[in-house]
């Protein structure tokens, strides 16, 4: 059988190779030569785990929004330029945001609640249910993420979330952070800090944040296994998931809402 | 008669020291930019015909290992790319890897093929100011076949059928994802 047409025919290079191609076993880098040995490990994240996370609404602090910050910078957010001579109503309504602080108020009795907002990483996504063509996913760990390359942009996703989680990119992105690439018609959301976890981290941005403005709010971990300090932590205190009539058993749940 | 015969040998010579000609020119025709990573490496992550002919097939296989299923130490890795291919400048700041003469764009423009890697995934490696372990000036002096492209001086160790059955499964597999 003939090679492809499209293929080089490689007898005939391997004549100009005789000058031109000295590669092989003895002068591969013995670094390089491991890298191909180690990789390509086929089972990937496994479903015994499920990521979440519980908030504390009563230490997330009246005007912190430190972990909205620490998420921009981690995600590379900050690094969108706003387009020339767009208005600030526009910027504010259409510029990306994984996590928002959300500010309510009992109006019977006065009583403020402040808690972050972000993707809830349901186990059964509405997004991923509108999403023609497959783009939005649960990964095996629970985490519901946005495949960039084969999202089309017309963030059904965004009409289903019922938490208002997910954000358009409206225009051209210069730069980008290498974890988190970014570019114009993708729909994104919180992905929990995802490149942290593959890299064998356990905690997200904004969980340190809030952790070093001394506030412990946010607890981030393992819901599947009982001895995490979240699955604990769940398990002593009364949480609540956010619009629970919907039966998407979130993964992040509150406290003292 | 002898004369005719003279002229033969001379142009049979000069036809031969174009080609020769011809070949350093092609040994010399490697895209690796000085100043990068990769220009003190010897090899890429395999053979550069392999990976100069089935690169796009390769990251687009396991790109989707990486997003889908957290895979993060695939054999093939635009990151990686990036890392290695990426230029400093004197001041030691990376030059984006799609700017004109670049490593990527380079080729990308000669043969016509769009780019669109970097319209999302980063263009330069993380850690912009230099700071990361980037070898530059140093190593790269001592290895002037230019990175991935090995000198004329070495032996080939690849034989014909290697390569060609190397090609050859490679070629299937990409077809088959």
């Given at each position: 059988?003939?090679?492809?047409?499209?293929?080089?025919?490689?007898?005939?290079?391997?004549?100009?190779?005789?000058?031109?191609?000295?590669?092989?076993?003895?002068?591969?880098?013995?670094?390089?030569?491991?890298?191909?040995?180690?990789?390509?490990?086929?089972?990937?994240?496994?479903?015994?785990?499920?990521?979440?996370?519980?908030?504390?609404?009563?230490?997330?602090?009246?005007?912190?929004?430190?972990?909205?910050?620490?998420?921009?910078?981690?995600?590379?957010?900050?690094?969108?330029?706003?387009?020339?001579?767009?208005?600030?109503?526009?910027?504010?309504?259409?510029?990306?945001?994984?996590?928002?602080?959300?500010?309510?108020?009992?109006?019977?009795?006065?009583?403020?609640?402040?808690?972050?907002?972000?993707?809830?990483?349901?186990?059964?996504?509405?997004?991923?249910?509108?999403?023609?063509?497959?783009?939005?996913?649960?990964?095996?760990?629970?985490?519901?993420?946005?495949?960039?390359?084969?999202?089309?942009?017309?963030?059904?996703?965004?009409?289903?979330?019922?938490?208002?989680?997910?954000?358009?990119?409206?225009?051209?992105?210069?730069?980008?952070?290498?974890?988190?690439?970014?570019?114009?018609?993708?729909?994104?959301?919180?992905?929990?800090?995802?490149?942290?976890?593959?890299?064998?981290?356990?905690?997200?941005?904004?969980?340190?944040?809030?952790?070093?403005?001394?506030?412990?709010?946010?607890?981030?971990?393992?819901?599947?296994?009982?001895?995490?300090?979240?699955?604990?932590?769940?398990?002593?205190?009364?949480?609540?998931?956010?619009?629970?009539?919907?039966?998407?058993?979130?993964?992040?749940?509150?406290?003292?809402? | 008669?002898?004369?005719?015969?003279?002229?033969?040998?001379?142009a049979r010579m000069a036809l031969g020291g174009a080609l020769l000609l011809l070949a350093t020119g092609v040994v010399g025709d490697s895209a690796v930019t000085e100043g990068s990573k990769a220009a003190g490496l010897e090899t890429c992550v395999a053979p550069t015909a392999e990976i100069r002919r089935n690169h796009m097939d390769y990251l687009k296989h396991d790109r989707d290992a990486t997003v889908r299923k957290g895979i993060r130490d695939t054999r093939f890795s635009l990151a990686e790319c990036v890392q290695c291919h990426a230029e400093r400048d004197s001041a030691g700041t990376y030059k984006p890897v799609n700017a004109e003469g670049q490593f990527c764009e380079s080729c990308h423009s000669y043969v016509a093929v769009n780019l669109t890697c970097f319209q999302c995934h980063s263009k330069t490696p993380e850690g912009a100011n230099g700071n990361s372990s980037a070898g530059v000036?140093?190593?790269?002096?001592?290895?002037?076949?230019?990175?991935?492209?090995?000198?004329?001086?070495?032996?080939?160790?690849?034989?014909?059928?290697?390569?060609?059955?190397?090609?050859?499964?490679?070629?299937?597999?990409?077809?088959?994802?």
């Amino acid at each position: 059988m003939s090679h492809n047409s499209d293929q080089p025919d490689l007898r005939r290079r391997d004549f100009i190779g005789k000058t031109v191609l000295a590669a092989g076993a003895a002068s591969i880098a013995p670094g390089v030569m491991l890298t191909m040995a180690n990789a390509g490990s086929d089972e990937g994240v496994s479903s015994k785990v499920r990521w979440g996370m519980l908030i504390d609404t009563n230490k997330c602090a009246d005007g912190c929004s430190a972990c909205v910050a620490a998420c921009n910078q981690e995600n590379g957010i900050d690094l969108i330029e706003r387009p020339a001579g767009q208005s600030d109503a526009m910027w504010d309504a259409q510029r990306p945001q994984w996590v928002r602080k959300v500010k309510l108020k009992d109006n019977l009795t006065g009583e403020i609640t402040n808690l972050p907002m972000m993707c809830q990483h349901c186990e059964h996504p509405p997004c991923v249910d509108v999403c023609p063509t497959g783009a939005s996913f649960k990964r095996a760990d629970g985490l519901v993420l946005v495949d960039r390359h084969t999202c089309i942009g017309c963030r059904y996703c965004m009409m289903a979330c019922p938490y208002k989680a997910r954000s358009f990119i409206h225009q051209d992105v210069a730069s980008q952070r290498t974890g988190t690439p970014r570019g114009k018609g993708c729909v994104e959301s919180c992905t929990l800090c995802v490149q942290r976890l593959d890299a064998g981290d356990q905690t997200t941005a904004c969980q340190d944040a809030c952790n070093r403005e001394g506030h412990q709010a946010i607890l981030f971990g393992d819901l599947k296994n009982p001895d995490s300090e979240i699955a604990r932590a769940l398990k002593a205190y009364h949480s609540r998931q956010i619009r629970a009539d919907l039966e998407l058993n979130t993964g992040v749940r509150y406290t003292n809402i | 008669m002898g004369s005719l015969t003279g002229f033969r040998r001379f142009a049979r010579m000069a036809l031969g020291g174009a080609l020769l000609l011809l070949a350093t020119g092609v040994v010399g025709d490697s895209a690796v930019t000085e100043g990068s990573k990769a220009a003190g490496l010897e090899t890429c992550v395999a053979p550069t015909a392999e990976i100069r002919r089935n690169h796009m097939d390769y990251l687009k296989h396991d790109r989707d290992a990486t997003v889908r299923k957290g895979i993060r130490d695939t054999r093939f890795s635009l990151a990686e790319c990036v890392q290695c291919h990426a230029e400093r400048d004197s001041a030691g700041t990376y030059k984006p890897v799609n700017a004109e003469g670049q490593f990527c764009e380079s080729c990308h423009s000669y043969v016509a093929v769009n780019l669109t890697c970097f319209q999302c995934h980063s263009k330069t490696p993380e850690g912009a100011n230099g700071n990361s372990s980037a070898g530059v000036g140093g190593g790269a002096g001592e290895l002037r076949a230019l990175g991935l492209l090995p000198s004329v001086d070495r032996s080939l160790s690849l034989s014909r059928d290697e390569l060609a059955r190397l090609h050859a499964a490679t070629h299937t597999t990409s077809r088959g994802n």
